[in-house]
């Protein structure tokens, strides 16, 4: 069986057989399979009123542990969301009462942001659906071949300079 990505291969094999196309055999199919992956994951989201950042503010202050409480620089070191998205994401959070904003005790310009009792019970019902979806994508995959998946995309991901990043 033969992808969208096997097609442009050809096409270039015979149009440019002086070049070695090859890595758009990975990174393309890494790219059509990233949006083909955000838009499954996105209805999810969406069926419970979240987009992605959202759902990964939500999660990365749920995945923190008691307290559910972070500082803003914190959440965006641990999450998948951009600094210059975090305020606005914050923002709409707490207007929905799904997050809270504090003064920090110890930093008087800083706040903490806390996962209220909804939110943390949004993130609770939302996180099985969610791991239900990332199943349901990879389903055509056996554990073993996942795994090892999984580890060949840690390595290219540590190669380009993304590693574990503690605070």
Do not use: C, K, Y
């Not at 149009?15 to 059509?32: K, N, Q, T, W």
């Not at 499954?40 to 989201?45: M, S, V």
Request: proline content about 5%.
């Amino acid at each position: 069986m033969a992808d969208h990505v096997d097609r442009v291969l050809e096409q270039w094999a015979t149009h440019r057989p002086d070049l070695d196309a090859s890595p758009m055999a990975v990174i393309g199919r890494l790219s059509r399979l990233a949006r083909l992956v955000d838009a499954e994951l996105g209805r999810t989201f969406a069926e419970h009123g979240l987009d992605r950042a959202s759902f990964d503010v939500l999660a990365t202050l749920r995945r923190s542990g008691p307290p559910f409480r972070l500082t803003p620089t914190e959440l965006t070191r641990s999450s998948m969301v951009t600094s210059g998205a975090i305020t606005q994401r914050l923002d709409r959070l707490e207007s929905r009462g799904l997050v809270g904003r504090t003064p920090s005790a110890s930093d008087g310009r800083g706040v903490l942001v806390a996962l209220t009792d909804d939110g943390r019970a949004l993130i609770d019902r939302v996180l099985p659906h969610h791991i239900d979806t990332e199943n349901r994508i990879l389903a055509a995959l056996t554990r073993p071949r996942r795994d090892q998946l999984a580890d060949t995309l840690r390595d290219l991901l540590e190669s380009l300079g993304d590693t574990r990043g503690d605070a």
